[in-house]
């Protein structure tokens, strides 16, 4: 199907399909460039505040699940202002991330910065010494990557363009030690 020439297609499609919630049709991509300078994302769960609360790209049975126990559970909570700590007008915001690895390895992601962004990482496979992990980072906009032994942080610096404000982003791939317990994303100016 053609959403962008035919847009009345995608209408007819959402309602052939029984859908008995609002859909926001995007036929000719306007917004989908607002959110992302290249790839492809299946869905954008967004809370009340416009704050992406979970995102999924391309189609994954497991990761589809665990979207809509995150919608189920939003919908039965209240926002909590402790989801969203804010210092000196910066944004902070931690979440864990995604163990693929079958180590039931536990490590924060953390974003300590002034934008607006969602991130998320997994980590993708380990060994006695190392861990490959992933970060929905743009590669060129990495600026550092430094882990710290002492505070068991691994510390990205990350420059964001002008204008970008939420994005949605490939994953880049880091190789860190494997008693690391955060990483953190910070902006570089």
Excluded: W
Excluded at 144 to 156: A, H, M, P, V
Excluded at 159 to 179: E, N, S
């Amino acid at each position: 199907m053609n959403y962008k020439e035919k847009p009345g297609i995608a209408k007819k499609a959402v309602k052939e399909m029984g859908m008995t919630y609002p859909v926001a049709l995007d036929t000719d991509g306007r917004i989908f460039e607002i959110f992302a300078r290249g790839g492809v994302t299946r869905n954008i769960i967004l809370d009340e505040n416009l704050n992406i609360i979970f995102l999924t790209r391309l189609f994954n049975k497991e990761e589809f699940d665990q979207m809509k126990a995150a919608i189920k559970n939003r919908l039965k909570t209240k926002p909590n202002k402790q989801d969203q700590n804010f210092n000196k007008g910066e944004e902070v915001i931690q979440t864990k991330l995604q163990d693929l690895s079958g180590q039931d390895k536990e490590i924060f992601l953390e974003y300590n910065g002034s934008h607006k962004i969602h991130l998320e990482g997994k980590i993708f496979s380990s060994d006695k010494k190392k861990l490959e992990i992933g970060i929905s980072l743009f590669n060129e906009d990495v600026v550092s990557g430094k882990y710290d032994k002492k505070t068991k942080k691994f510390r990205i610096g990350y420059r964001h363009y002008d204008g970008v404000r939420i994005a949605i982003l490939p994953m880049t791939k880091f190789t860190v030690p494997r008693d690391v317990e955060k990483v953190c994303v910070f902006d570089v100016e």
